[in-house]
């Protein structure tokens, strides 16, 4: 009896948390749907070759999601990679839809690929915070259309990306990991504190270890963006 309740605990959980991987896609998709609609002038595009172009893209991003590189200041699962960058050069070049499904398709292609090794909870952390990077920094690039623009929007994206991958590992992402994985969130809160004795909680594993982290992952995306964009634009350049 107690194994049939523990599995149906179990069963409960991974449909909240596809429910919440599923609400969070479903706002996230509506509100760069609204933008582009009532906020920006995108010039008209082939839906093929817009299509295409979405494909390629979170193809070749899913791809570099296999160049991980850990930080000496974060525990060993906050890796840093570099797939955001043809994301943002996509979202850059077709729009913020256009980013956030690219996003989506970088994601499923790793899971098809790779698999999972975190219980989907850091594949959906990941598309999360990545739309919560992308989606300011091309909403303002679009709205001034200008390198100036695209620096402040990067920048603009860098500290969105600090702030709700903070708030979101504090109050969902590292709880919903403990439950799903099955690993104690005090063995989560040590792995940081072997590396940085500070940390002791969840908020001072974020302060010292998330922020940090989703600070030098928005700068580096945005450097290597910056030099490569312009190199790439041309192949957007696609009318009718």
């Known amino acids: 009896m107690n194994h049939l309740s523990e599995l149906w605990g ?7 948390f ?3 991987c599923l609400l969070v896609f479903v706002l996230l998709f509506a509100a760069a749907v609204l933008v582009e ?27 570099i ?3 991980e590189f850990p930080l000496p200041f974060a525990p060993s699962f906050y890796e840093l990679d570099f797939s955001e960058v043809p994301v943002l050069i996509c979202s ?38 990545a739309c919560s990077f992308i989606l300011p920094a091309t909403i303002i ?15 603009v994206g860098t500290v969105f990306l ?21 690993m104690p969130l005090e063995a989560i809160i040590a792995s940081g504190t072997a590396i940085n004795g500070s940390i002791h909680s969840v908020g001072t594993l974020v302060l010292f270890a998330v922020a940090p982290f989703n600070l ?8 290597l963006t910056y030099l490569l964009y312009k190199h790439i634009e041309r192949l957007f350049r696609m009318k009718g």
């Open 162 to 182: 600090a702030v709700f991958g903070s708030i979101f590992n504090a109050f969902y992402l590292l709880p919903a990991f403990a439950e799903l994985y099955g």
């Open 141 to 155: 690039y679009h709205r001034f259309k200008s390198k100036r623009g695209a620096m402040v929007g990067m920048a």
């Open 92 to 129: 850059f070049s077709l729009g913020p839809v256009a980013g956030v499904v690219c996003e989506l398709v970088k994601i499923i292609l790793k899971l098809i690929i790779k698999g999972t090794t975190t219980a989907f909870v850091g594949d959906f952390a990941n598309f999360a915070t």
């Open 216 to 223: 030098v992952k928005g700068l580096v995306i945005s450097v």
């Open 18 to 20: 596809l429910l919440m």
């Open 37 to 63: 609609r009532m906020w920006l002038q995108l010039p008209r595009q082939s839906p093929a070759r817009r299509a295409a172009y979405i494909g390629i893209f979170g193809a070749i991003a899913a791809v």
């Open 65 to 67: 999601m296999y160049l």
């Open 10 to 16: 179990q069963m409960q959980d991974n449909v909240t």
